[in-house]
């Protein structure tokens, strides 16, 4: 007879064993290797991309952050959502939205449509990210470590080969095929319907009848903030006026305003103040955020300076960087077991300070292999962040609030997937490459001194009815 887990709960039913986390872990790796590649593979056609479209190649990277800055914003929507809806529903939501945008943005004849079709797919991808993770994480003990492994492995390995796959497409069939990838989610999505049940069995557990309605104000100020942060560190790539950069910083001041505002007002709204205030919540986020940032900066840059280095083109630059495939792999398997014996700050911490040294050395070191040895290093960082990390959430609090914590958790660390970019682009056309990523590499040092100065414990439960009483605050 089938199991039942509840949500954050134990297995109920009559056996003793849950669901194999491997098996459940390569259905949800699947699904996201469009979504990862898509991270990956736009990067290498963004010299072509700027040709094409006729517009400067700092402001091609719009075209991460803003996959990056609406991913991150649909992440807590997508969290609110599990209070209501089963995974596979918003799954299929995500994958929807994710589909659509990408064939508009593959469609798109200018960079602005280009934009809003990244926009569109980047927000699918939050919501498809959430159904994922919340099918993961409410696995049982090293259930959950298994796939959540499975899916980070998945997520950097197709991320970093995304480089490949994006340097073969844009050489034989264009770079718009590159932006239309993320369609393929479609059929896997179908194909993976065979599975409905686990979906709707695990991390379904009980919805949430009494759930409230969506705090709109909430998600529009935490939106307005987002965006702002990465148009004004992106303003001087994209030639923005200065009184419109102004007024788009103002415009972030007031939402960060009206986001403390909103928190008191409305205790229980889309930002929880029990969930913010959670020990350990803002800083996991942060220190996933810097992590991120490093990893998607490094990325953005890392094609054209291959170019660059060996007059090559998009294949050959993305062929290169096939190698930091398979320490994406390494990390994510070692994810799970290294937090069996430190503690999940200290692994962060480690994991931030391979970012850092990663920017740093693309940023001192000039030639192809220190490219490929930078990009190595941070892909580690980004595969072993997003298991960590995210894997948290269930450990800082309650069971009721483990979705809302997973999608604010992941909001904030997929935010810095957008600033990463946006910051580096903002930066190289003030300062010079290497002192724009000494700049960039101060997030994930940061992040570093975070993790250290974090008090030991929140450790992985061996069992699966060790999480089942966790107290907020507690670790």
Known sequence: MPQTIRSGGPLSGGSTHGPDGRRLGLVLGMLVLPMYVALGAPSVALPAIG???GVPFGATAWILAAWSLTSALAMPVAGRLLARWSPFRVLVVGVVALTAGSALAAAGPTLPVVIIGRLIGGAGAGATVIAVF?????????????????VAAASATASACGTLVGGAV???????AVLAIPVLALPLLLAASADRRTFTRIGGGD?????????????????VLAGSLITVLQAHSVGLPAPVTLAVAAAG?????GLWWRVRRRPDGFVPRRVIAARGVPAAGLVGGAVFAGYYGVLFLAPSLIEQATGGDALEAGALLVPAAACSVLAGRLAGTVTARF?????????????AVGVLVVGVFNGPIPVVVGVALTVCGFAGAQAVLVGLAPELVTAHDRDTAQGLLTFMVNLGGG?????VAGLSGIVSVPVALAVLAVLPLAGLVLGVTRRPGARYPAEPHDAVDFQPGKS
């Open 51 to 53: 040709r094409a479209l």
């Open 134 to 150: 919340a099918a993961a994480t409410a696995l049982p003990g090293q259930h959950r470590l298994r796939a959540l492994g499975t």
């Open 170 to 176: 844009t050489a034989w069939l264009g770079w718009r």
């Open 207 to 223: 919805r949430d009848g009494a759930a409230g309605r969506l705090d709109v104000v909430g998600a529009a100020v935490l939106s």
């Open 253 to 257: 001041v007031l939402a960060t305003v």
């Open 343 to 355: 503690t999940a700050w200290q692994v962060s911490a480690g994991l931030a300070a391979l970012t």
């Open 419 to 423: 600033i990463g970019p946006a910051a």
